[in-house]
């Protein structure tokens, strides 16, 4: 073979790699909304311009659940003119290529990164390498300059578990899960707490299906609980929550949505979603960047009280009537929660 | 922890049917695949075919509000893929591993892209389920029955399809120069066989194959399309090629096993406990690879031959041996 045919290939072998790349780029670059509200920035940082130079990073679509509670609270924060907003969504997911990612708005002078997913790796590399930028992410340590979000979901989950416990006729429940991560266990446990508060018979069958986003798996997995009995269920994840969406509609029984309103999914068979509101969390952390009070950076928690998190319930809900007794005690637990005579227990597990 | 909860018979024909139906993505795309390798291209861009199947399928059928076309557009982008991947590994006759790759990339960044740009911050849309059909008289044979006979119309489509590309393979002119072609693309050009015609035909076969299991997987099970909705299917597919040693009812059994133990070990986790269980759910999880590897590997040894295609992966250039 000639040295002209070698070079002929090897110019061809570029041809789909430079498409890809090609492709991605213009994905990522309309991805990268400038969302902008005006103000346009002067040269000098703080001159006068008291808006906070933000960029949210997030993992997916912002029709995703995850996603969209996120994105929808830095919008809610940009219209207030706290905050001038830069998001990238569908960011990579591997440690290397969010970090490019953050690197790039941390070299363009965004004071906070918002990045919502667990990204410590990434968080920690750019950070360090940019030590005027402020992080925010899911981490499980802290760093001057890289705050902790953390997830009570399980407190509305025990709401949740609350109503299965009045719900279910085959006192049986169930529960499932992407990976047996801090976060799921607890929910899973605290959803199981609430219902045997309400029920003493109640059993709880659960699973972890081994990935986040495979809601074929999930919907399979559900699928599974309701072939043993369980007729109120639960998830904890993206592709766990959409799956067993799919599953109760079909078998037509009771289950709650998961970190965003899911009842669009399930319009008849959603009892109410377990909400995770990231409006305190950004906020406090947008103050504090303008304050100058993020450092050393901590962790910000904010439960069912400061509406961190909550249970929102869906009106079309039609499976079967909430006694009302079981609703009169789960609205009590909620105000002492709230008041803090009540704590949920946190059970994450091993 | 009560066995009967899971092989007992009532659970076990629940068990069986969720996962037959589970598995058929995956058993599709890997039939497919294997007619592409049996003629001697190794065809990567698996998970992205499945992928574009999938958000295709999707749209025609949220937007249309038709389910068969919602299918034919699954099988439509699948072929139209399988012609990209023929015309870089055969025609140009680049890099195959390469080409494959690309196309995933480029299918995952089309299809993220493109439905973030329709329903980015909105509500997640879903389309109508299709309803389960029981087929007069066999269903109502014990066992068989309600595990294969009472699936949706798209499960008895892809049995069918699947068996018949198996006896395409097997059965007739077109299956024995696929083989040619894999085997000894000199000899079968010698013998009048054009190699560049059957294996662009063969990816075709593969590319519709995969867009049919991207459409089963979101219009047959889920009714929502989510970004990476194929979840390393493609992949599964390739691997139970390689295990069913190219032999398309090996391959199709072997999807349809490690779809049933993947069903089985979520049922045994729930059995067992759930997360009060003492047992690691990391174990639970490699059930599947572990009981599918052990099976084909018997399998393999006890055929006792080398199965793989002789000239798999290497592009046909004229006059230049074999």
């Given at each position: 073979m000639?040295?002209?045919?070698?070079?002929?290939?090897?110019?061809?072998?570029?041809?789909?790699?430079?498409?890809?790349a090609i492709?991605?780029?213009?994905?990522?670059?309309?991805?990268?909304?400038?969302?902008?509200?005006?103000?346009?920035?002067?040269?000098?940082?703080?001159?006068?311009?008291?808006?906070?130079?933000?960029?949210?990073?997030?993992?997916?679509?912002?029709?995703?659940?995850?996603?969209?509670?996120?994105?929808?609270?830095?919008?809610?924060?940009?219209?207030?003119?706290?905050?001038?907003?830069?998001?990238?969504?569908?960011?990579?997911?591997?440690?290397?290529?969010?970090?490019?990612?953050?690197?790039?708005y941390?070299?363009?002078?965004?004071?906070?990164?918002?990045?919502?997913?667990?990204?410590?790796?990434?968080?920690?590399a750019?950070?360090?390498?940019?030590?005027?930028?402020?992080?925010?992410?899911?981490?499980?340590?802290?760093?001057?300059?890289?705050?902790?979000?953390?997830?009570?979901i399980y407190?509305?989950?025990?709401?949740?578990?609350?109503?299965?416990?009045?719900?279910?006729e085959?006192?049986?429940?169930?529960?499932?899960?992407?990976?047996?991560?801090?976060?799921?266990?607890?929910?899973l446990?605290?959803?199981?707490?609430?219902?045997?508060?309400?029920?003493?018979?109640?059993?709880?069958?659960?699973?972890?299906?081994?990935?986040?986003?495979?809601?074929?798996k999930?919907?399979?997995a559900?699928?599974?609980?309701?072939?043993q009995?369980?007729?109120?269920?639960?998830?904890?994840?993206?592709?766990?929550?959409?799956?067993?969406?799919?599953?109760?509609?079909?078998?037509?029984?009771?289950?709650?949505?998961?970190?965003?309103?899911?009842?669009?999914?399930?319009p008849?068979?959603?009892?109410?979603?377990?909400?995770?509101?990231?409006?305190?969390?950004?906020?406090?952390?947008?103050?504090?960047?303008?304050?100058?009070?993020?450092?050393?950076a901590?962790?910000?928690?904010?439960?069912?009280?400061?509406?961190?998190?909550?249970l929102?319930?869906?009106?079309?809900?039609?499976?079967?009537?909430?006694?009302?007794?079981?609703?009169?005690?789960?609205?009590?637990?909620?105000?002492?929660?709230?008041?803090?005579?009540?704590?949920?227990?946190?059970?994450?597990?091993? | 922890?009560?066995?009967?909860?899971?092989?007992?018979p009532?659970?076990?024909?629940?068990?069986?049917?969720?996962?037959?139906?589970?598995?058929?993505?995956?058993?599709?795309?890997?039939?497919?695949?294997?007619?592409?390798?049996?003629?001697?291209?190794?065809?990567?861009?698996?998970?992205g075919?499945?992928?574009?199947g999938?958000?295709?399928?999707?749209?025609?059928?949220?937007?249309?509000?038709?389910?068969?076309?919602?299918?034919?557009?699954g099988?439509?982008?699948?072929?139209?893929?399988?012609?990209l991947?023929?015309?870089?590994?055969?025609?140009l006759?680049?890099?195959?591993?390469?080409?494959?790759?690309?196309?995933?990339?480029?299918?995952?960044?089309?299809?993220?892209?493109t439905?973030?740009?329709?329903?980015?911050?909105?509500?997640?849309?879903?389309?109508?389920g299709?309803?389960?059909?029981?087929v007069?008289?066999?269903?109502?044979?014990?066992?068989?029955?309600?595990?294969?006979?009472?699936?949706?119309?798209?499960?008895?489509?892809?049995?069918?399809i699947a068996?018949g590309?198996?006896?395409?393979?097997?059965?007739?002119?077109f299956g024995l120069?696929?083989?040619?072609?894999?085997?000894?693309?000199?000899?079968?050009?010698?013998?009048?066989?054009?190699?560049?015609?059957?294996?662009?035909?063969?990816?075709l076969?593969?590319?519709?194959?995969?867009?049919?299991?991207?459409?089963?997987l979101?219009?047959?099970?889920?009714?929502v399309?989510?970004?990476?909705?194929s979840?390393?299917?493609?992949?599964?597919?390739?691997a139970?090629?390689?295990?069913?040693?190219?032999?398309?009812l090996?391959?199709?059994?072997g999807?349809?096993?490690?779809?049933?133990?993947?069903a089985?070990?979520?049922r045994?986790?729930?059995?067992?406990?759930?997360?009060?269980?003492?047992?690691?759910?990391?174990?639970?999880?490699?059930?599947?690879?572990?009981?599918?590897?052990?099976?084909?590997?018997?399998?393999?040894?006890?055929?006792?031959?080398?199965?793989q295609?002789?000239?798999?992966?290497?592009?046909?250039?004229?006059?230049?041996?074999?």
């Amino acid at each position: 073979m000639g040295v002209e045919s070698v070079m002929r290939l090897t110019t061809w072998k570029a041809v789909p790699i430079c498409l890809a790349a090609i492709v991605l780029a213009t994905g990522a670059a309309s991805c990268g909304d400038d969302d902008d509200g005006g103000g346009g920035g002067g040269g000098q940082a703080g001159g006068g311009q008291d808006k906070v130079k933000t960029a949210i990073v997030l993992p997916c679509a912002t029709s995703d659940p995850w996603c969209k509670q996120g994105y929808d609270a830095a919008k809610a924060l940009q219209k207030q003119g706290a905050i001038d907003l830069k998001v990238t969504t569908n960011a990579p997911q591997d440690t290397a290529g969010v970090t490019r990612v953050l690197a790039q708005y941390a070299q363009s002078g965004t004071q906070l990164i918002l990045a919502h997913s667990t990204w410590q790796d990434a968080a920690f590399a750019v950070a360090k390498q940019f030590p005027d930028v402020d992080i925010a992410s899911y981490a499980f340590e802290l760093r001057d300059n890289v705050a902790i979000l953390e997830e009570p979901i399980y407190q509305a989950a025990y709401l949740a578990g609350m109503l299965a416990g009045g719900l279910t006729e085959s006192n049986t429940i169930g529960g499932s899960a992407g990976q047996d991560v801090p976060l799921c266990h607890a929910e899973l446990e605290a959803f199981e707490d609430g219902a045997k508060r309400t029920n003493k018979q109640v059993k709880m069958i659960d699973a972890y299906i081994g990935d986040w986003n495979d809601s074929a798996k999930g919907k399979q997995a559900t699928q599974a609980q309701i072939d043993q009995g369980a007729d109120v269920v639960i998830a904890c994840g993206g592709g766990p929550a959409t799956g067993m969406a799919q599953a109760i509609k079909e078998a037509n029984i009771s289950g709650f949505g998961y970190v965003g309103d899911m009842s669009s999914q399930a319009p008849k068979n959603m009892v109410g979603s377990v909400l995770y509101n990231l409006g305190p969390y950004f906020k406090a952390a947008v103050t504090d960047v303008k304050d100058d009070t993020f450092r050393p950076a901590k962790r910000y928690e904010f439960g069912l009280a400061d509406g961190g998190v909550s249970l929102q319930l869906n009106d079309g809900y039609s499976v079967k009537e909430i006694p009302a007794n079981v609703m009169d005690q789960m609205e009590k637990v909620q105000d002492q929660i709230k008041s803090g005579e009540f704590k949920v227990p946190y059970e994450a597990g091993a | 922890m009560d066995w009967s909860e899971i092989f007992g018979p009532d659970a076990l024909v629940v068990l069986l049917s969720t996962s037959v139906a589970f598995a058929m993505p995956t058993a599709l795309a890997a039939v497919g695949e294997t007619v592409a390798e049996r003629a001697g291209v190794l065809n990567l861009g698996l998970e992205g075919m499945l992928l574009s199947g999938a958000l295709a399928s999707f749209l025609v059928a949220y937007y249309v509000g038709s389910v068969a076309l919602g299918t034919l557009a699954g099988v439509a982008i699948g072929i139209a893929l399988g012609a990209l991947m023929a015309f870089l590994s055969v025609t140009l006759k680049t890099e195959q591993i390469i080409n494959g790759i690309a196309i995933v990339l480029v299918a995952q960044g089309i299809t993220a892209f493109t439905f973030e740009k329709l329903f980015g911050g909105g509500e997640q849309p879903t389309v109508a389920g299709i309803p389960d059909v029981n087929v007069p008289l066999l269903h109502s044979i014990p066992g068989v029955g309600p595990v294969l006979f009472e699936q949706n119309v798209l499960f008895y489509v892809s049995v069918a399809i699947a068996l018949g590309v198996c006896l395409l393979l097997t059965r007739t002119r077109f299956g024995l120069s696929v083989s040619a072609v894999g085997e000894s693309p000199a000899a079968a050009e010698a013998m009048a066989v054009s190699v560049a015609r059957t294996r662009w035909l063969a990816l075709l076969v593969g590319g519709a194959m995969a867009g049919l299991g991207g459409a089963v997987l979101v219009l047959g099970q889920l009714n929502v399309f989510e970004e990476d909705v194929s979840g390393g299917r493609g992949w599964i597919a390739i691997a139970l090629v390689i295990f069913g040693r190219w032999n398309p009812l090996f391959v199709l059994g072997g999807a349809f096993l490690f779809g049933f133990t993947d069903a089985l070990q979520i049922r045994v986790q729930a059995v067992s406990g759930g997360i009060a269980s003492t047992v690691p759910t990391e174990i639970f999880g490699a059930l599947p690879y572990a009981v599918t590897l052990v099976v084909m590997v018997a399998a393999t040894v006890w055929a006792g031959r080398d199965a793989q295609p002789a000239a798999l992966g290497v592009p046909f250039r004229k006059g230049v041996g074999a």
